[in-house]
């Protein structure tokens, strides 16, 4: 199937690994431009070569929490290839622990990076597309359903999911697409970090995939080709939606 990607041009935050990574790379890989952008330098750097350089991608060392980032994020779309056609907005996931146990400085500080900083992102690049733009927010199950210990997130994902609904109507008229994609369990470089600093990480990573209606953990490629088909005009009439790309793990419909 041709995705129409050839030539676009979309913007990638908290990409310089991990499931954004893998979006820019099937994105890159269908003929697309994209400006990655995280707040590490090098690993910035390494992603950009990974995405076969300065002709593919461009990358922005900053940090959502900013408010000037969005901004400079498109204004560097333009600047380096012309145009902007998409957006796929991640952020790392806030502090581990139950939402009680939460104090309120931790709560601000989710808030101003997970929650403000996604909504900020999302409110100016929609206001920068033309029609046929989209823009995905990688959030989580915990749109659906709660995750044990990760109270802060249980928090903000789903109001998350609410915004991108509330913009999908808002923008629609316009031509421009908004939907949240919630991701399961999947190989990144974070949950091998995880499985790692535990007793066991072979028997810690066999207990996640069989808890898993596939049996497996999901590789991040297969999230970025969900990721880059919803960006793309082949799903030009999907938006407003929450796709879980999660290998059933959701009991929810």
Not at 10 to 35: C, E
Not at 170 to 194: H, N, Q, Y
Request: no cysteine.
């Amino acid at each position: 199937m041709d995705l129409g990607l050839a030539d676009r041009v979309f913007i990638l935050t908290g990409a310089s690994r991990g499931l954004g990574l893998a979006t820019a790379q099937a994105l890159v890989g269908d003929g697309a431009r994209v400006v990655i952008s995280s707040r590490d330098e090098d690993r910035v750097t390494d992603a950009v070569a990974a995405l076969g350089g300065p002709e593919h991608a461009l990358g922005v060392t900053a940090d959502l929490a900013d408010p000037s980032t969005p901004r400079e994020l498109v204004h560097a779309a333009q600047e380096r290839f012309g145009r902007l056609d998409g957006a796929l907005i991640s952020v790392g996931g806030p502090a581990p622990g139950t939402a009680a146990s939460m104090s309120d400085d931790q709560w601000t500080s989710a808030f101003e990076t997970v929650f403000l900083g996604s909504v900020r992102a999302a409110r100016t690049f929609a206001s920068s597309l033309p029609e046929g733009g989209a823009i995905g927010l990688v959030l989580s199950t915990s749109v659906k359903t709660p995750l044990t210990g990760l109270g802060l997130s249980n928090g903000f994902r789903p109001g998350l999911a609410m915004v991108a609904k509330d913009m999908a109507d808002e923008f629609a008229p316009r031509g421009v697409r908004v939907l949240s994609i919630l991701p399961g369990r999947f190989m990144t470089d974070r949950s091998r970090e995880l499985f790692a600093a535990t007793d066991d990480p072979v028997d810690a990573a066999e207990k996640v995939a069989s808890s898993v209606p596939l049996r497996r953990i999901g590789e991040p490629s297969e999230f970025g080709r969900v990721a880059a088909f919803l960006l793309s005009p082949a799903a030009s009439y999907v938006t407003g939606v929450a796709v879980a790309v999660d290998g059933g793990a959701l009991r929810t419909l």
